[in-house]
């Protein structure tokens, strides 16, 4: 009875072990190929679920079912009109067939060393049959007019027919014909980066840096020419201010000096007392003007001072 027991119970150890090593489970990101003794058997399995195999002599091989990508080694390349840059390209590709994949490139591993013969290929012959204006530029924008870009070559690219969407386009395009004979599709593949050479790119940055600095220098001729103009305005209006104000004070000191004039010539006409107070009074001023405190005074008998003060006065002194 022990022994049936016994059986029993080792014949349900192997038959959960068989069961669980049929089972695989199916997500929805996933597809799988069986292989039995490493040979493909039937077709793809690509619903999410629970699915069956026989033990130990099938196995599940397990693919990616979403996008991928795909990154380019950064490759130099002479472009048409013989300009060598560095172009670093990446791209997105799909497992569209996952039996003829497995038979083809086995996994992502070979699959992404076969896409880089591909694309990295296709890449250099696209760039090489093309210009680097072509590969730079999408559509032809028109550039607003501004003096930052006058005589800059930036303001005179070319117009172009064939641009950067349609070479990338023709390089997926003739990519696919040789990646869908190995069970998978190239979805898209972008420029990430195309730069100049290092020795070329010195030359293009000094260019750059000496057209910043004419415009620079013209900006800052322009407001000195703008600076002088305005100072030059300013000192001539200074200049005509002035004059005018001088030219006012001038009419007015002559109509006062006139009135005075007038006055002192109306004074002096009343009467001889008058005459000679006047005569007395301007003599006065004279001698005050041109002598100190500390100045001596000599006057002889016929000076004019000792005249106006006249002869009785000085004897009385």
Same mark, same amino acid.
């Given at each position: 009875?022990?022994?049936k027991?016994?059986? @029993?119970?080792?014949?349900?150890?192997?038959?959960?072990?068989?069961?669980?090593?049929?089972?695989?489970?199916?997500?929805?990101?996933?597809?799988?190929?069986?292989?039995? @003794?490493?040979?493909?058997?039937?077709?793809? +399995?690509?619903?999410?679920?629970?699915?069956?195999?026989?033990?130990?002599?099938?196995?599940?091989?397990?693919?990616?079912?979403?996008?991928?990508?795909?990154?380019?080694?950064?490759?130099?390349?002479?472009?048409?009109?013989?300009?060598?840059v560095?172009?670093?390209?990446?791209?997105?590709?799909?497992?569209?067939?996952?039996?003829? @994949? @497995?038979k083809?490139?086995?996994?992502?591993?070979?699959?992404?060393?076969?896409?880089?013969d591909?694309?990295?290929?296709?890449?250099?012959?696209?760039?090489?049959?093309?210009k680097?204006?072509?590969?730079?530029?999408?559509?032809?924008?028109?550039?607003?007019?501004?003096?930052?870009?006058?005589?800059?070559?930036?303001?005179?690219l070319?117009?172009?027919?064939?641009?950067?969407?349609?070479?990338?386009?023709?390089? +997926?395009?003739?990519?696919?014909?040789?990646?869908?004979?190995?069970?998978m599709?190239?979805?898209?593949?972008?420029?990430?980066?195309?730069?100049? +050479?290092?020795? +070329?790119?010195?030359?293009?940055?000094?260019?750059?840096?000496?057209?910043?600095?004419?415009?620079?220098?013209?900006?800052?001729?322009?407001?000195a020419?703008?600076?002088?103009?305005?100072?030059?305005?300013?000192?001539?209006?200074?200049?005509?201010?002035?004059?005018?104000?001088?030219?006012?004070?001038?009419?007015?000191?002559?109509?006062?000096?006139?009135?005075?004039?007038?006055i002192?010539a109306?004074?002096?006409?009343?009467?001889?007392?008058?005459r000679?107070f006047?005569?007395?009074?301007?003599?006065?001023?004279?001698?005050?003007?041109?002598i100190?405190?500390?100045?001596?005074?000599?006057?002889?008998?016929?000076s004019g001072?000792?005249?106006?003060?006249?002869?009785?006065?000085?004897?009385?002194?």
């Amino acid at each position: 009875m022990k022994g049936k027991r016994s059986l @029993f119970a080792i014949a349900a150890i192997i038959l959960a072990i068989v069961v669980i090593s049929s089972a695989y489970t199916v997500n929805p990101a996933e597809q799988v190929i069986i292989t039995q @003794f490493g040979k493909p058997v039937g077709k793809a +399995v690509t619903t999410a679920g629970l699915h069956f195999k026989i033990p130990i002599i099938q196995e599940a091989n397990f693919f990616d079912k979403r996008a991928l990508e795909w990154y380019g080694y950064p490759t130099q390349v002479s472009t048409k009109d013989k300009r060598f840059v560095w172009i670093d390209t990446y791209a997105i590709w799909k497992i569209t067939n996952p039996l003829l @994949f @497995f038979k083809r490139v086995k996994n992502e591993r070979g699959a992404q060393s076969r896409l880089d013969d591909i694309l990295d290929g296709q890449t250099r012959n696209a760039v090489a049959d093309h210009k680097l204006v072509e590969l730079i530029r999408s559509t032809n924008r028109n550039i607003k007019d501004s003096e930052a870009f006058e005589n800059s070559p930036i303001a005179t690219l070319p117009n172009i027919s064939y641009g950067r969407k349609q070479v990338t386009r023709s390089i +997926v395009a003739i990519a696919n014909k040789r990646t869908q004979r190995l069970g998978m599709t190239v979805l898209d593949l972008q420029f990430k980066r195309i730069n100049y +050479v290092e020795s +070329v790119r010195k030359t293009i940055f000094q260019r750059m840096i000496t057209r910043r600095e004419q415009i620079a220098d013209k900006f800052k001729s322009e407001g000195a020419g703008e600076a002088a103009k305005i100072l030059g305005n300013k000192d001539r209006e200074l200049k005509r201010i002035n004059s005018q104000a001088y030219k006012i004070a001038q009419q007015i000191k002559g109509i006062a000096d006139a009135k005075a004039t007038l006055i002192y010539a109306k004074a002096y006409n009343k009467n001889a007392d008058s005459r000679r107070f006047y005569k007395f009074l301007k003599t006065m001023e004279t001698y005050k003007k041109s002598i100190s405190k500390n100045d001596w005074l000599m006057l002889s008998a016929d000076s004019g001072i000792y005249k106006l003060l006249g002869k009785e006065s000085i004897d009385k002194k």
